[in-house]
T-cell receptor, first 117, second 112 residues
Framework: GAVVSQHPSRVICKSGTSVKIECRSL??????MFWYRQFPKQSLMLMATSNEGSKATYEQGVEKDKFLINHASLTLSTLTVTSAHPEDSSFYIC?????????????FGPGTRLLVL | EDKVVQSPLSLVVHEGDTVTLNCSYE??????LLWYKQEKKAPTFLFML????IEKKSGRLSSILDKKELFSILNITATQTGDSAVYLC????????????FGQGTELSVKP
């Protein structure tokens, strides 16, 4: 199946700093990428939809100025958590939507665990 | 309102048992239903179903979709401890930009 990578896999930062997470589709071009957040024992919560070359669409309740999304190419989207606080600690997962083996699919990256001290 | 409901929410079985996980949905302009397996990391893709009555199979796992009754099942035969995970069902509709609507997940625990 298609491969999506995320970097870093784990990050620990101090409160007030910004953290950038990269999401790459490695063997297909992703027309759309999605960013999710998952708290322990809960399902995935969609934060925003990122389309290449255009502004991201944020879900209700997600602060666009705090969670900056850039989708500069068909294989790369970035999520920047600005001025991170302990409550931003979570598991952030991206998924990429694109065509692979003549089928439109959506695959998840391995996730990034963020811990804000 | 679009929604996905999975049942049961949790399940404990012994190795060798067969399990059936359920997923019912309501979505505008249904496009496809996807099953994922999530262990202590991000979900891994299992199946994507778009047509009714066509079983998809991968090893001991299989899944089928009923678009008339709006549900899907995921079967796991001869379960192993490595099957322990949360199984997520998600649907996507047309004209929704590919957004997945997730169910709550079924937490499966397979005991030795």
């Amino acid at each position: 199946g298609a491969v999506v990578s995320q970097h870093p896999s784990r990050v620990i930062c101090k409160s007030g700093t910004s953290v950038k997470i990269e999401c790459r589709s490695l063997d297909f071009q992703a027309t759309t990428m999605f960013w999710y957040r998952q708290f322990p024992k809960q399902s995935l919560m969609l934060m925003a939809t990122s389309n290449e070359g255009s502004k991201a669409t944020y879900e209700q309740g997600v602060e666009k100025d705090k969670f900056l999304i850039n989708h500069a190419s068909l294989t790369l989207s970035t999520l920047t958590v600005t001025s991170a606080h302990p409550e931003d600690s979570s598991f952030y997962i991206c998924s990429a939507r694109g065509w692979s083996s003549q089928q439109e699919t959506q695959y998840f990256g391995p996730g990034t665990r963020l811990l804000v001290l | 309102e679009d929604k996905v409901v999975q049942s049961p929410l949790s399940l404990v079985v012994h190795e060798g048992d067969t399990v059936t996980l359920n997923c019912s949905y309501e979505v505008t302009n249904f496009r496809s239903l996807l099953w994922y397996k999530q262990e202590k990391k991000a979900p891994t893709f299992l199946f994507m179903l778009t047509s009714s009555g066509i079983e998809k199979k991968s090893g001991r796992l299989s899944s089928i979709l009923d678009k008339k009754e709006l549900f899907s099942i995921l079967n796991i035969t001869a379960t192993q401890t490595g099957d322990s995970a949360v199984y997520l069902c998600a649907v996507v509709g047309y004209n929704q930009g590919g957004k997945l609507i997730f169910g709550q997940g079924t937490e499966l625990s397979v005991k030795p």
